[in-house]
């Protein structure tokens, strides 16, 4: 078992290498190989959970300096494994059903997602500092040219702002990660989480580079701004894993590296974050409500919802526990259900722009009577993503909520302003229906192509997972729970 962690890197890299060496077809279909079993193999791992790490694997990398090549994953980390994998499945399966015009070939682009989910799970799966830190920079230049080689009009500009936002962003992460190593002597992830041994000045100084070089890859208000060009340049494949898991990299490293890591620079800093957080609530939302195109009110929609993540991780760094912290619980459910959700409405929107040849939300219409089903499936999607109580969405905002509630004070106020944030959200996404399904049929819609089998194959995980989630929140929950590593139980007390 301990051998698995190491194959999930493997696997990929593996099939990265033989579908850019193939000719286009054959490449198309060894990534889509490659990418199954990677989530096959993914699967098993929840076979022996329990607390503390369920399994990890640890060698020697650079002893000069205490740098292992170490592996682990448990509770917080396995359903974005999961999540990596079933997602970069779907979009390489997509690949095989939808090869690029006028582009690079798809085996090409379908070895740039394997590369992606390689550093995708090093985030994932590291134990070790410095490897959390490559694998961080693993992901930047594969997604970089999936977004220049397979994007819209405007792809290479949209391509160097993403890039130099994360390169702003590595460079505070490198600063983070150097100044823990040198100032508590271990790059163990695991070890300098169990025994929290920095003074509290410099964990307060080392949380606020660390904070700001997550909120660029979240993306948080106001370092967001890169996100819009990228999801509405990128191709479809490029804005399901960019939204569905590569923004999850940021919230993940504020749970794992700053609440867990520098618990009182986290506690320290925490009013500051609620702020943010609903600032980034209700400003995502105001865009959303003035935006036309449909790709990027769905990138909008996504600093909304993470600004609820954001806030569920406040609230918990403020409470000064983790295992029995609403708001903890809270983001880590809004990261996976965003995940899914977003993933979903980006591969509809992909569906929508492929049959239409516009995203103006202005030029369509009457979508569900010249194509109910997709119709049906996006109106799913939106309410999944507006928050309705048995669906994914619902979860991980309204405890964001609850958690700020519960810490009163200030917070209460910080709960009030987010929750009028959530009737926004389900203000502009009731505006896409209106806009997209409703009406009569415009000329862009008139005639599209009915769904294909290819198409429901890769969309029903995605809606069954927001259903799933939806309906059993207690069963999740306590999953999560049960599966906390010591570190977190230690520093609650």
């Not at 609820?308 to 903890?328: E, M, N, Q, R, Y």
């Not at 198409?455 to 995605?462: H, I, R």
Request: glycine letters at 12%; aromatic letters at 8%.
């Amino acid at each position: 078992m301990m051998s698995l962690l190491t194959l999930l890197l493997l696997i990929p890299l593996a099939g990265a290498i033989a579908a850019a060496l193939l000719p286009d077809r054959a490449g198309r279909i060894v990534a889509t190989g490659a990418a199954a079993l990677t989530f096959l193999l993914s699967l098993p791992l929840a076979a022996s959970r329990g607390s503390g790490l369920w399994h990890q694997v640890r060698y020697d990398w650079v002893p000069s300096i205490g740098v292992k090549f170490a592996l682990g994953v448990d509770g917080i980390s396995y359903p974005l494994v999961v999540l990596t994998t079933l997602l970069t499945l779907l979009c390489c399966a997509y690949t095989v059903w939808r090869s690029p015009e006028d582009r690079p070939s798809g085996a090409k682009l379908a070895a740039l997602l394997l590369i992606i989910e390689v550093g995708l799970l090093g985030v994932f799966l590291s134990l070790d500092l410095v490897l959390f830190f490559i694998s961080f920079e693993v992901v930047l230049l594969p997604m970089y040219a999936v977004i220049a080689g397979w994007g819209g009009p405007d792809r290479r500009r949209a391509a160097r702002k993403f890039a130099l936002y994360t390169l702003f962003g590595s460079v505070l992460l490198l600063i983070g990660v150097l100044g823990i190593g040198t100032s508590a002597g271990s790059f163990d992830m695991d070890l300098l989480s169990i025994e929290p041994s920095l003074p509290r000045s410099t964990q307060i100084g080392l949380f606020v580079v660390l904070a700001v070089a997550f909120a660029v890859k979240a993306p948080l208000w106001p370092l967001h701004t890169w996100l819009p060009a990228a999801h509405t340049e990128a191709p479809t494949v490029g804005s399901v894993i960019l939204a569905g898991v590569l923004l999850k990299m940021g919230t993940y490293g504020l749970i794992r590296v700053g609440l867990g890591i520098l618990p009182e620079g986290a506690k320290a800093v925490a009013p500051v974050l609620g702020v943010l957080a609903v600032v980034a609530i209700i400003v995502g939302s105001l865009v959303c409500l003035a935006q036309r195109e449909l790709k990027r009110l769905i990138a909008y929609s996504s600093v909304g919802h993470m600004g609820f993540v954001l806030l569920g991780i406040a609230a918990g760094a403020a409470s000064g526990g983790f295992a029995s912290s609403t708001g903890v619980q809270a983001a880590l459910l809004g990261n996976i259900a965003h995940g899914v959700i977003t993933g979903l409405l980006f591969f509809l929107a992909g569906a929508i722009k492929d049959r239409t040849h516009t995203g103006d939300l202005h030029e369509l219409g009457g979508l569900r009577e010249t194509s109910p089903a997709l119709a049906g499936i996006l109106g799913f999607a939106a309410l999944a993503s507006l928050g309705l109580p048995g669906l994914a969405g619902f979860w991980g905002e309204a405890f964001a909520v609850v958690a700020a509630v519960q810490l009163g004070g200030g917070w209460l106020w910080l709960a009030v302003v987010a929750a009028v944030g959530g009737a926004l959200t389900a203000a502009y996404l009731l505006r896409l229906l209106r806009r997209v399904t409703h009406g009569p049929a415009a000329p862009a819609v008139t005639g599209i192509p009915a769904v294909t089998m290819a198409e429901g194959l890769a969309w029903a995980p995605l809606v069954l997972l927001a259903l799933a989630i939806g309906l059993v929140p207690a069963l999740v929950n306590g999953y999560v729970l049960e599966s906390m590593p010591k570190v977190i139980e230690l520093v609650a007390r």
